[in-house]
């Protein structure tokens, strides 16, 4: 059972491109739930999904950012327009169910880098 | 205003010494805490969750314990070894939340010396 896989694992884009991060869940969760850590900063949760479904999106960015999880697919989060600001490492993780004592499983990450 | 604060950034020990680790919290009544292990470059790997019911959790060479009076969780690692150097987070599921959405501290880098 392959674990959370986050494609690419680095992603380097010019300010003004878009920045697409890829999340496949481990087989059998349904629950996305994405994650960004800044440079000397703790992990910051941003969106949780479930199937074709947002749930929470507190702490995304009003502007720029937007997340998906398709019935079929990974779930995606994209970010339009980057700036500098946006280089850090996102982090997405996934469970089995939506109840908060089960332990999250994370991916290794991908680290945007906005030149 | 809501706060979870590891107290130490950093943390060096010798190996075979007990590593004890603090995570504070105000302004939460946690329904549950989570530790996490994260290498460099790596995601977090989850290692223990204790319940706001519940003093304390053992795992392997693993203790937690959850104060909710003190509004504190203490990490302990028992003899310790270099591979545990690596940086610890807490992290907490505020009460009244029903699903996994996860407040982490800023974590604290322990480094094991052989």
């Known amino acids: 059972n392959a674990g959370v896989m986050q494609n690419p694992r680095h992603l380097v884009r010019r300010r003004g491109q878009e920045a697409r991060l890829r999340c496949s869940p481990m087989?059998?969760?349904?629950?996305v739930y994405w994650y960004r850590q800044l440079p000397e900063e703790g992990l910051k949760f941003m969106v949780y999904?479930?199937?074709?479904?947002?749930?929470?999106e507190s702490g995304m960015p009003k502007e720029r950012f937007s997340a998906e999880f398709p019935k079929e697919g990974p779930s995606i989060l994209r970010i339009q327009q980057v700036v500098r600001g946006d280089s850090a490492a996102y982090f997405c993780?996934?469970?089995?169910?939506?109840?908060?004592?089960?332990?999250?499983?994370f991916g290794q990450g991908t680290r945007l880098t906005v030149v | 205003s809501q706060k979870i604060e590891q107290n130490s950034e950093a943390l060096n020990i010798q190996e075979g010494k007990t590593a004890t680790l603090t995570c504070n919290y105000t302004?939460?009544?946690?329904?549950?805490l989570q530790w996490y292990r994260q290498d460099p470059g790596r995601g977090p790997v989850f290692l223990l969750l204790?319940?706001?019911?519940?003093k304390e959790k053992r795992k392997e060479r693993l203790k937690v314990t959850f104060d909710t009076t003190l509004k504190q969780s203490l990490f302990h690692i028992t003899a310790s070894q270099p591979a545990d150097s690596a940086t610890y987070l807490c992290?907490?599921?505020?009460?009244?939340?029903?699903?996994?959405?996860?407040?982490f501290g800023q974590g604290t880098i322990l480094t094991v010396h052989p």
């Open positions: 204790i319940r706001e019911n519940e």
């Open positions: 993780a996934s469970s089995p169910t939506s109840r908060g004592e089960t332990e999250a499983f």
């Open positions: 087989k059998g969760h349904s629950h």
């Open positions: 302004n939460y009544s946690p329904a549950y």
């Open positions: 992290a907490l599921v505020p009460g009244g939340t029903s699903y996994g959405k996860l407040t």
């Open positions: 999904l479930q199937k074709e479904n947002i749930i929470d």
